[in-house]
């Protein structure tokens, strides 16, 4: 009987840390970190207003959960104001193998490598072919996401990369519930860099919040690029979970 007990206990705190963790692991700016159970599905729709340019646009994102360690990455940006051309961005396919992992009740690791395409929109755009890892660390309240992402043009596209840094830190509640779910309220702190070939990395740092429900996440901050202090952008996002 004490050996079922025991039993009984450890598979309640390993589903309680399942639920718990399905809508974790990801910040702002980037949306490879985010764990995906097999079968399941995320829908983000991320609005991006720059303000110096007055740029608004949104960013569609899905996420599908091949397998436990699988999963394809979908991104299709579009720009809603000002009007004209070229509002249409390319196509950004991703294949995210989770290939070392470390699950405890307190935390998880997690790495995985990162390979797809980029794919235009318009004729008069090229493919581009990228790579990278995305490394998660998350224990207790903190959160720690590192991602690095290579764009190779093809043909006349130019070269790319991206990187981000993202430390979550969960305010409320301090302790989750043994049992269940409990809506979450998260701080974001981003250190970002873009570069485009024949030009610098733009660095940027990224301040927000998170509220975390069990399918649907709302995120919002503000971003500065620390080579430009006269480029801010500011960040609303949706997540829904299925």
């Known amino acids: 009987m004490k050996n079922n007990n025991i039993t009984a206990q450890i598979a309640i705190l390993l589903l309680s840390f399942g639920i718990s963790n399905t809508v974790y692991g990801m910040g702002l700016r980037s949306f490879v970190a985010l764990p995906v159970e097999k079968d399941g599905a995320v829908v983000r729709l991320a609005f991006e207003h720059t303000k110096k340019s007055d740029i608004d646009s949104i960013t569609t994102s899905l996420a599908y959960g ?24 390319d196509v950004s396919v991703l294949y995210r193998h989770i290939a070392w992992k470390n699950d405890s009740f307190m935390g998880t690791d997690r790495f995985g490598v990162l ?15 990228q790579a990278g890892f995305v490394f998660t660390h998350f224990k207790n309240r903190n959160e720690i996401d590192v991602d690095f992402l290579y764009q190779l ?34 701080t974001v702190v981003e250190l970002n860099g ?34 430009n202090a006269n480029e801010t952008r500011f960040i609303l996002s949706t997540r829904f979970h299925f």
Not at 116 to 125: A, I, Q, S
């Open 194 to 227: 873009r570069w485009a070939e024949d030009n610098t990395v733009t660095h940027q740092l990224t301040l927000g919040l998170q509220w975390i429900h069990q399918k649907v996440v709302i995120e919002g901050g503000m971003v500065n690029d620390l080579n």
């Open 66 to 89: 091949l397998s436990a360690n699988q999963t394809v990455l979908l991104g299709l940006p579009y720009r809603l104001s000002p009007a004209g051309k070229d509002r249409q961005g």
């Open 115 to 129: 390979a797809g395409l980029v794919v235009p929109t318009e004729n008069d755009r090229d493919t581009a072919v």
């Open 153 to 186: 043009g093809i043909d006349n596209r130019l070269d790319s990369g991206r990187y981000d840094l993202s430390w979550q830190y969960r305010l409320f509640p301090v302790d989750r519930p043994n049992w269940g779910f409990a809506s979450e309220l998260n």
